[in-house]
């Protein structure tokens, strides 16, 4: 998770709600006034068939500057089916990231159990350079092209060849969108986010965020607290650690989920024949990780590739089945075909996505500039976290010579939000949980819904009817848990059962018990 920094708007300070604070720390005017948005029919051939709306909202590139240079932001809308005087007003979404792609997120209105969703007008929408918004950020399409060298750097050149494949990025980063770079931060998203109310029509709205999104929340709610209504954040970010820090508490996480994994493959050896306990599952995973960097598979799949096939069983169980397989024909057949296509998967086409990842993490706050200071940091936390540390640090590296300046930390502060719905699991590898207990802290009108032992990031809206129908409840009548004294969860549930790939009960759930095929492509291109 990565974020940016921007500024303020008009119908905010006509309210007497603070301005937000520009790029050079000056307090902004609230002179722009944006157009409605042209509402049209989506091309996108899902969105047209569930009846969506889209067109684009223009906003300012640089707020400072209104009557300068606009970008445009490709937004989409479901509208309510319920009665006029059940209307909830709008419901904004945003899957993470940062760099995300949340049209196709007004589709999500349906997934709410009892028909709460139908209430709002969902909408979806890309932030500033991403996906079909103009422009969107690319810097270099091939940049996650196999075969790559390993991620540790136990041999002699491998730190040097990273830290100027990560310096190339930042530097075509530049080249590619120099005054585009300038105004990535969460706080512009922020600021478009108001624009958007604004060109809504609307007094307030109310905001679902996954993953990065609920930073998103976090901030509007700093910056706008009387223009939310109900706020509902899913994997929560920790406000206080943003970013370099929180990036070392995820290699701790993801460690601990790899662990729970590798022991699942284990209680299914007689499917996988790789082992039957966890720490033989692991042997064999590390012994491959080693010969594949003297050796990559066909040529292609390396142990950077490989770390990146095994990455997704971290963010939760769906796809474990399939990551075990490809590991059984890789150990027992070598054959790399399910692997090499796990991992094209997993990356995608382009490099959007992991750009403005970057333009957003790189300048929300300041990042360490001297090498010394990360390796000794992530020599600490590889130590004791190996599967993921150093992928880690060489996804974030860009951020050591990005060519913006980092903006200030947002001090997020949700005492004027009038109620908060948090959701998070408590092995939750990318968003760890401590994240949603400090954002708790800060938002005292707020509950936070735990689910003991899960490991599945921003899974709300997936089947877990303990988790779900509090969302729904909280969306129909505004009812929150009842809120407990101490640093807790205020509702604890249960995860849902792990996969049972002998009785392929996984292969054969049904829709309601499951997460919206529309929602987990949303994070799992967030993630890329």
Request: with cysteine; glycine share 10%; net charge negative.
């Amino acid at each position: 998770m990565r974020k940016h920094l921007a500024v303020a708007l008009t119908a905010g300070m006509l309210a007497g709600i603070p301005a937000l604070t520009g790029s050079a720390g000056a307090d902004v005017a609230p002179d722009f006034d944006p157009a409605p948005i042209r509402w049209e029919e989506c091309r996108d051939e899902r969105l047209r068939h569930a009846g969506a709306e889209c067109g684009f909202l223009r906003v300012p590139l640089d707020y400072t500057e209104p009557n300068g240079r606009m970008i445009s932001l490709a937004v989409s809308r479901i509208e309510h089916t319920s009665p006029e005087r059940d209307y909830q007003g709008v419901m904004v979404v945003n899957p993470g990231g940062p760099g995300g792609s949340g049209r196709k997120l007004s589709l999500l209105g349906d997934s709410v159990p009892d028909g709460a969703g139908a209430d709002y007008d969902w909408i979806g929408f890309d932030p500033r350079g991403v996906g079909a918004s103009e422009p969107a950020l690319s810097c270099d399409a091939d940049h996650f092209s196999p075969p790559r060298s390993a991620y540790v750097p136990f041999r002699e050149g491998v730190e040097r060849i990273r830290l100027r494949r990560a310096a190339d990025y930042a530097a075509a980063c530049e080249r590619a969108a120099p005054e585009l770079l300038e105004h990535l931060r969460t706080t512009d998203t922020v600021q478009d986010l108001e624009s958007l109310r604004e060109a809504l029509g609307r007094e307030r709205i109310n905001y679902y965020g996954f993953s990065y999104g609920t930073y998103i929340g976090q901030v509007y709610a700093t910056k706008h607290p009387r223009r939310l209504r109900r706020l509902v954040m899913d994997g929560v970010v920790d406000p206080g650690e943003v970013w370099y820090r929180s990036n070392l508490k995820q290699d701790l996480a993801f460690d601990r989920v790899f662990g729970v994994y590798t022991d699942w493959i284990a209680e299914h050896d007689s499917v996988y024949h790789l082992g039957d306990t966890g720490d033989e599952v692991r042997r064999r995973y590390y012994e491959r990780l080693a010969e594949l960097g003297r050796h990559p598979a066909g040529g292609v799949l390396g142990p950077a590739e490989w770390t990146d096939v095994f990455l997704p069983a971290g963010y939760g169980r769906h796809g474990w089945e399939n990551i075990a397989e490809a590991f059984s024909a890789l150990v027992h057949r070598g054959d790399p075909e399910p692997a090499l296509k796990l991992y094209e998967a997993a990356n995608g086409p382009g490099d959007n996505g992991y750009a403005m990842y970057l333009a957003t993490e790189c300048t929300d706050a300041e990042w360490p500039r001297l090498w010394s200071t990360w390796r000794a940091d992530h020599w600490r936390a590889f130590a004791k976290a190996p599967f993921e540390t150093w992928g880690n640090a060489w996804y974030n590296a860009p951020c050591r010579t990005w060519p913006v300046p980092a903006g200030e930390r947002v001090r997020v502060d949700g005492d004027a939000v009038d109620s908060a719905l948090l959701v998070n699991q408590e092995f939750d590898a990318a968003t760890p949980y401590s994240g949603a207990l400090e954002a708790r802290e800060r938002f005292p009108e707020s509950a936070l819904v735990g689910v003991s032992s899960g490991v599945t990031h921003s899974g709300s809206l997936g089947g877990n009817a303990c988790v779900d129908d509090r969302i729904a409840a909280y969306l129909a009548e505004g009812t929150l848990p009842e809120r407990k004294a101490g640093r807790r969860a205020d509702v604890t549930c249960e995860p849902l059962p792990a996969p049972r790939p002998e009785s392929g009960t996984a292969r054969r759930e049904t829709r309601s018990q499951r997460q919206p095929d529309v929602l987990r492509a949303a994070l799992r291109n967030a993630r890329r």
